[in-house]
């Protein structure tokens, strides 16, 4: 495990990069659909004032911002996939994160299926984290200088452990809100049907044909205890395993994206990335949290 803790901040700074690269991608070729969105965004955010100002300064200028926004996420995933001026990059990718995830405090419902509105932020605060975590690493082995002593494992990963447990403790809430819903049985045969995995579609398609509560609330409350043993400190690499175990459940069943939006795909690989990073760094026995 320590060789893997010594070059694991290398594909998971290399995961974030590919991540704004695609980001940066969704604006190569369209970028009309940005005014309507800020429109809304305007009209609809909890922050009037927020409102008002991208309305008045924001959708004015949406092209110039929308090329300029384009440009930056791209030059942040080529330096970070390329492990070149990799803090002035994170730096930057924390701040246009940030500007994000403020700003999509009200999402249209069109985006994503409204029942799935709430993992859409969980998305950018994903990568928010993942931001912060690598301007605050120490660099990493494939871009440490050839005679550099380095540093001996990962920095204490308290924060992240903290936010993906919440999160955990959040789906299992949410899992088990919808056990009962018709929208969760049509969702997941449409993941059977679509899922590149034949294993893994007749799975779904059993669940789903069965009736998908029971499957949701055991699911739920997995999550709900896999969130507990994070927050809580517990169980060291145990937790963390669990937490990969249930990221990779549900990135392989729904592999497919959310009404054909690819960011989905991101979501899972994101989320897998925090979880691998905490099992990578955690200590073998309970976290001792006072110290």
Excluded at 69 to 79: C, F, H, P
Excluded at 91 to 118: A, H, M, W, Y
Excluded at 229 to 246: D, H, I, P, Q, S
């Amino acid at each position: 495990m320590s060789v893997t803790k010594h070059l694991w901040p290398a594909p998971l700074r290399i995961t974030l990069g590919l991540w704004w690269l695609y980001f940066s991608y969704t604006k190569w070729f369209d970028l009309a659909w940005v005014e309507g969105f800020i429109v809304h965004l305007a009209e609809t955010h909890p922050i009037p004032a927020y409102g008002e100002f991208l309305m008045r300064v924001v959708l004015p200028r949406w092209q110039v911002l929308a090329v300029l926004y384009t440009w930056v996420e791209g030059a942040v995933g080529v330096l970070l996939v390329l492990g070149l001026y990799v803090r002035p990059a994170a730096l930057l990718g924390t701040l246009v994160s940030g500007s994000l995830l403020f700003s999509f405090l009200q999402l249209p419902p069109v985006v994503p299926p409204p029942e799935i509105i709430p993992l859409w932020y969980w998305m950018y605060i994903f990568a928010f984290a993942l931001n912060l975590h690598v301007l605050a690493q120490p660099s990493d082995p494939l871009t440490r200088p050839p005679h550099s002593p380095g540093h001996h494992g990962l920095r204490r990963a308290h924060p992240v452990r903290l936010l993906v447990g919440a999160f955990w403790l959040y789906f299992g809430y949410l899992t088990i809100s919808w056990s009962s819903t018709p929208w969760l049985r049509d969702r997941l045969l449409e993941a059977a049907r679509l899922n590149p995995v034949p294993p893994m579609g007749m799975a779904l398609e059993a669940v789903a044909l069965a009736g998908p509560a029971p499957a949701a609330i055991i699911y739920g409350m997995l999550s709900l205890i896999t969130g507990g043993l994070l927050l809580l400190g517990l169980g060291g690499r145990w937790g963390a395993l669990a937490g990969v175990l249930m990221a990779s459940v549900a990135g392989l069943s729904f592999i497919q994206p959310f009404n054909d939006i690819p960011l989905w795909f991101w979501f899972y690989a994101l989320l897998l990335t925090l979880n691998l990073h905490l099992l990578i760094s955690a200590p073998a026995g309970p976290v001792h949290t006072g110290s």
